[in-house]
């Protein structure tokens, strides 16, 4: 892929530790992963209560977390290396966006980004509806809307009925590293393990950058040592 395709391609980001990384390209599978074991305390426990006072498990639904752009370039937040990646030493996949959204099965399957709410109460009440009406009329405020102080994020989000994977068939871009176990911080990881390692599986059209951040400027660089994307 040259570098024009990818910085004008819109996209969609995926943050994980290189283990999962790994499983992730082999199998060409993104999970979708339990609401209870969201990171927002808010989301792991969602109260749902119907006209009787009793409470709907949401435990059938799950959810893939994608980052898009916003505010900053989605590969740029740094937060999310640390949180996602054990410290910068996993990877952030790279998706078209269309490419990937095309894959999803409009009978299972939905997403939408995520709106950020000061106001946001994660406690549900369907005033009578039958649940299953109730969760496909206000999935927005369900699945698509967070406490504003996670805005840092920028997610975007693919929701799963009673799904485990979601094939992204060939909607992978690259393979963003930002640091590895056998290379010094700051120094090129092209040849490093790591990087060696996903070269020999991601598809021929994929392409590996690395990720830097130094003097508040971010960049993408190629192996070549060629800038591919700036944060603006």
């Known amino acids: 892929m040259d570098k024009q395709t990818f910085i004008e391609t819109p996209k969609l980001y995926h943050y ?11 199998s060409n599978l993104l999970k979708f992963s339990k609401l209870s074991n969201m990171n927002d305390i808010n989301e792991s426990y969602r109260p749902v209560i119907d006209s009787l006072g009793m409470e709907i498990s949401l435990e059938w639904i ?5 980052t898009q ?3 900053r370039k989605g590969y740029a937040i740094p937060s999310l290396w640390g ?10 996949l790279v998706f078209d966006k269309e490419k990937l959204l095309g894959q999803v099965d409009d009978a299972f399957e939905y ?9 946001y109460d994660n406690t549900i009440f369907t005033n ?3 649940s299953g009406d109730y969760i496909s009329k206000h999935r927005a405020e369900l699945f698509f809307t967070k406490k504003a102080d996670w805005a840092y994020e920028q997610e975007y989000r693919i929701m799963g009925e009673g799904r485990d994977f979601l094939n992204f068939g060939d909607s992978l871009m690259a393979v963003i590293l930002c640091f590895t176990d056998d290379i010094e911080k ?31 400027n971010p960049k993408l660089t190629n192996e070549n040592g060629n800038i591919w994307s700036i944060n603006n």
């Open 16 to 26: 994980t530790t290189f283990d999962s990384a790994i499983k992730i390209l082999t």
């Open 62 to 66: 799950g959810q893939i977390s994608l």
């Open 69 to 71: 752009d916003g505010y």
């Open 83 to 92: 949180h996602y990646t054990q410290k910068g030493n996993g990877a952030c």
């Open 111 to 119: 997403y939408d980004y995520i709106r950020y709410d000061d106001a």
């Open 128 to 130: 009578g509806e039958y």
């Open 186 to 216: 700051g120094k090129p990881i092209f040849n490093s393990v790591n990087a060696q390692s996903i070269k020999h599986i991601m598809p021929k059209d994929a392409t590996i950058l690395q990720f830097s951040y130094a003097f508040g």
